[in-house]
Structure formats: C-alpha cells, structure tokens
C-alpha cells in the first residue's frame, strides 16, 4: 500500500504513546488493606500519582492533536470520535450534582484521557507497521500485569485479591479477582489473535511465557465470566482464521490424549473426579439459587433500577450509582458499581448520557465496518476488532468494562478502538485516492 502520503509520528510522539500505554495499564493496582478515595482528602501517593498520569496522557495529546499538521484526517477521525467527546462532556458536566463529585471528576477525566489516546492512535499510527507495534506493546503491558499479580500472589496470597474467600482480598486488595480475570482472558485472547490478524505481530518466544501465566492467573482469579468468552472468542479465532494444518495437528493431539486417557483409566474414574472438581471451581461453592440469581448480581440490578427511576433524565453523576452516593447491598453501604455497562451509564448519566452513550458506540462500530470493504490490513483488523468486540460485549453484561475505573481492560479497548479507527481512516483515504485517479 502507497503510505508515503500518510502523517509519521516524531520520535517523541512515539516514545509518548508508548510510554502512555504502559502507565495507563500498569499503574492501576491498589494499595491493601485501603479503600478506594471518594473525596479529595483521601488521595493517597498511589491516587495521586494515576491522577497525575491521565492528565498527563490527556493534555499531552490534546496539545499532539492541536498541532499535527493532517488536516485530512483530522477531520475523519475527529467524526467518528465526535459522539464520544459529547458523552465525556456530559460526563463532566454531570459532576455539578454528583454527591461524590471527586470520583465523578477523577472517572471522567480518566475516560476523556483514554478516548483522547484512541483518537491519537487513530490519528498519527494508521501506518499498518505503527498499529502494529503499539498491539505488540499492550500485549506485553497485559503479560507484565499478569506477572506481577501471579508474583505477588506467590509472596502474599492473603493480599493479592485473588483468594475470594478473604474479606479483605476480595474487598481491597493489591487487584480484584475480576479485573485479575479481565486481564488474563484479554491477554489470553490477544496472544491468539493478533499474530494471525496483524501484519507485523509477532510474539516469538514471548508466547510460551504468556499462554501459561494467562492461564494460571485465568484459572486462580476463577471469573466465570473471562473464562467463558475467552474460550469462546479464542475457539472461534481458531476454527475460522488458523490454517486447517494447524487445526488438523490440534485435533490428532486432543485424540491421542483422549487415547491414552481411556487407556490409563478405562473406568472413567479420573474423569468422574475431575467433572466433580470442575463443577466445585465453576460453582465457587455457591447454590443453585444464588447461580441462577447471577451470583447476586440481579439483587444489584433491582437495586441500581430503583436509583435510576430518582433521576431518570439526567443520573447521579458519573460512576455513582445512588443519590447518595452509597448504595447498601452485599457487604454494606458503598458506591457499588451496576456490574452492568448499560445499566451503569443510565443510573449515573440518565436517559441523556445513555442516548449519547448508544450514538458513540454505534458511530465508532460503522468505522470499524468500513474495514471490511478495505485491503487484506484492513480485513485482518476488522476480524481482530470484532472477536475482540464480542469478547466485550458478553464480559460487559456482568461489569461496567471499559466505563470502569482504568484497567488493563479498559486501555485495551481504547488502544484497538484507536487502531481500528485509525485502519478505516486509511481505508477511506485509500478509497477516495482511487476515485480520483480512475477516470
């Protein structure tokens, strides 16, 4: 493809994003034993220093956009992200009758400094080779994040979070099971990915690190969840986009296995054993009733729907999910999150936010569209885009995801969302390029 017409970012812009990318995803771990700040007075070193770096990321590509000399493109990515700035903006205005005002105004300039990233991405790295290494990037911010949980869960089991059975770890550990889960299942699912639908991805040795520390961080976090769209997206990455060689030699290893298992145990009694203790680990020791009630989360449901009905139009403020500001369910009164995206933006931005919320997520879903139509880049990014799309659509129905406070999660989204955006601007341009020159 003829790039040589396309804005190449400086060295310092590259070494910027780079660098966002990573304080963005690995600083978002919490300190033990302490709650999270809910007014101005109880920022601690570690809050200060991640409202430090999203005003940072924020100012430093706003002042990058400003000045980048494409005006072309500028012009399509500040479209397809123009839906988005007007739900921050209502994010930010939402903070004048938020009661928790600090944690309205530190989530939405959290969120304003990851869409500001992503329309960066989309901007100066729509050169395949750039998306390229900034998906090579997140890739291993996601594996040092894993590393560093698995580590601190190998010295300290009782504060890492991971163990669900400590009030204390699961409350306000070093990270919680769900964001360990997120972080496992999206590494997971990015090392299957992206190196058959990137150009240019290439993982090498780094993916016999990362297939098992995933997994291991996936199998100790045991969210349901993660483990179920992680399988699901990854299944069917592999049977549409893996060679059939590859799936043929995958196939013979799953029956030689199954072999040697009947003949090691022609009984099944193993298999009876591990069926048993499979069903223990999915179930986490609790009831048929509290599974069907999804492990509590529609109590939560019918509980933020009564908040949501005492401001229907214009919400609580940003990430509160009560008049408030506390909402007294499971372990005692606080400011719960919904543990549902949708229901999230309605009980803290109202039927506005929502409206503004549905226009964002549908205009950046036609960009990605518009990649199916482009050349064999483009095509790959929207394939990886829209598994990746689907693997937040179903985590999303039990967490507020990418609306949450930042996660390694969440700075994936907006990083690929930037890629992808970045992919349809070039294929647009390309597009146009042709209709010129052809007669």
Known sequence: MNTSAVYRPSRIEYAATIAAIWALAVVTFRLPGRDD???????????????????????????????????????????????????IAWAFVSVLWSPLKTVSLGQALGLAAQVTLAAWIALAFRVSANAALLIRQLWAALL????????????????????????????????????????????????????????????????????????ALLFLANSRTAWAMTLAVSALAFVRFYPSVVQARTLTLVGLAAAVLVLVDPGFSLQEDSSRAGAEYLSRGQSAEQLSRVSGRMEMWQAVWGQFEMSPIIGHGYFVSSASGELDVWDGPANHTAHNIGLQVLVSTGVIGAV??????????????????????????????????????????????????????????????GVAVGQAVRTRTLSARRRVVTP
Do not use: M
């Not at 699961?170 to 639908?197: E, K």
């Not at 095509?379 to 609306?403: D, E, H, K, N, P």
């Open 37 to 87: 700040p809910s007014a101005a007075s109880s920022l601690d070193l570690l809050a200060l220093a991640k409202l430090a770096i999203r005003s940072a990321v924020f100012a430093f590509f706003l002042f990058a956009w400003r000045w980048n000399p494409d005006t072309g493109a500028k012009l399509l990515v500040g479209r397809a992200f123009f839906p988005f700035y007007l739900f």
């Open 356 to 417: 503004l919320f549905v226009a964002a997520t549908a205009r950046v879903v036609s960009e990605v569209f518009v990649l199916r139509r482009g050349d064999s880049i483009a095509r790959g990014a929207f394939a990886f885009t829209a598994l990746l799309g689907v693997w937040y659509a179903g985590w999303s129905q039990t967490c507020i995801s990418f609306l949450g406070p930042i996660l390694p999660e969440s700075v994936a989204f907006f990083v690929v969302l």
């Open 144 to 215: 040092v994040c894993t590393v560093v949980i698995l580590t601190v869960h190998a010295v300290s089991p009782e504060l890492s979070g991971l163990d669900r059975e400590l009030e204390l770890a699961g409350a306000n550990g070093f990270v919680r099971p769900t964001a360990a889960g997120s972080t496992a299942g999206l590494g997971l699912t990015l090392t299957i990915l992206a190196p058959r639908l990137i150009p240019g991805v290439t993982l090498g040795p780094g993916v016999l690190v990362a297939l098992p520390a995933h997994a």
